[in-house]
C-alpha cells in the first residue's frame, strides 16, 4: 500500500509501540490494546489502523477507510483549489488634467474592481512639462481615496517613479 499523504501518519505496521489507544470507525473509545490486538480487530473489520496522536500516551490510533480517506482529502483540496480566486492588479490610467466627471467615473470602475475583489493601481501619468506640478496628481489620488473609502484601503501610499504617481488600494474597508 502506497501513502502519499503528506502528513506524519503512521499506518497499519508501522506502528512501533506496544499499546495504543483505539478509536472505533464511528469515533468512540475501545480503551488501551496491545497494537498487534488492535491490527487483528482492523483487519477482522477490513479497516486501516491509522495513528492520529503520535504524541500522545500512548498513542492515539483509529480504524479508518484510509483509500476513502486519501480520496476525501483530494476532493476537499481541490474544492479548495477551485473556490479560491487569485486577486488581480487592474490599473486605472489617469492624467493631471483630467476633469473632476472623468475622476468620478474611474473611481466609479476602480469600485467594481474592488469590489470584485481586485486590487487597483490607479497610476497618473504626467506628460512634458506637466512633471513641474505633482500636486494635481496628488489631488486626484485624494479623491480617488476618498471615493472609495468605504470599500478599500490603501495598500501602497502615493509614490512616484519616473514620470508616474501611483497609489494601490486593496479590497477592506478603513477603519
Known amino acids: 500500500m502506497r501513502v502519499?499523504?503528506?502528513?506524519?501518519?503512521?499506518?497499519?505496521?508501522?506502528?512501533?509501540?506496544?499499546?495504543?489507544?483505539?478509536?472505533?470507525e464511528r469515533g468512540g473509545q475501545m480503551g488501551i490494546l496491545a497494537t498487534t490486538e488492535a491490527l487483528?480487530?482492523?483487519?477482522?473489520?477490513?479497516?486501516d489502523l491509522v495513528e492520529v496522536a503520535p504524541e500522545a500516551?500512548?498513542?492515539?490510533?483509529?480504524?479508518?477507510?484510509?483509500?476513502?480517506?486519501?480520496?476525501?482529502?483530494?476532493?476537499?483540496?481541490?474544492?479548495?483549489r477551485k473556490m479560491s480566486k487569485k486577486a488581480e492588479l487592474k490599473e486605472i490610467r489617469l492624467s493631471?488634467?483630467?476633469?473632476e466627471n472623468d475622476v468620478n467615473v474611474k473611481i466609479n470602475q476602480a469600485r467594481k474592481f474592488i469590489e470584485g475583489g481586485d486590487k487597483v493601481k490607479a497610476t497618473i501619468?504626467?506628460?512634458?512639462?506637466?512633471?513641474?506640478?505633482?500636486?494635481?496628481?496628488r489631488d486626484i489620488l485624494q479623491k480617488m481615496k476618498d471615493?472609495?473609502?468605504?470599500?478599500?484601503?490603501?495598500?501602497?501610499?502615493?509614490?512616484?517613479?519616473?514620470?508616474?504617481?501611483?497609489?494601490?488600494?486593496?479590497?477592506?474597508?478603513?477603519e
Open 4 to 24: 502519499t499523504i503528506k502528513q506524519k501518519q503512521r499506518l497499519n505496521e508501522q506502528i512501533q509501540t506496544p499499546n495504543v489507544r483505539l478509536i472505533d
Open 40 to 47: 487483528a480487530i482492523a483487519e477482522e473489520r477490513g479497516y
Open 57 to 80: 500516551d500512548p498513542p492515539v490510533c483509529k480504524l479508518v477507510d484510509f483509500d476513502k480517506l486519501r480520496y476525501e482529502r483530494k476532493k476537499q483540496q481541490e474544492k479548495a
Open 96 to 99: 493631471p488634467n483630467t476633469s
Open 125 to 137: 501619468k504626467f506628460m512634458g512639462r506637466e512633471i513641474t506640478h505633482p500636486e494635481l496628481g
Open 147 to 174: 471615493g472609495l473609502r468605504d470599500v478599500a484601503e490603501v495598500e501602497l501610499a502615493p509614490s512616484f517613479d519616473r514620470r508616474m504617481l501611483y497609489m494601490i488600494f486593496k479590497p477592506g474597508k478603513e
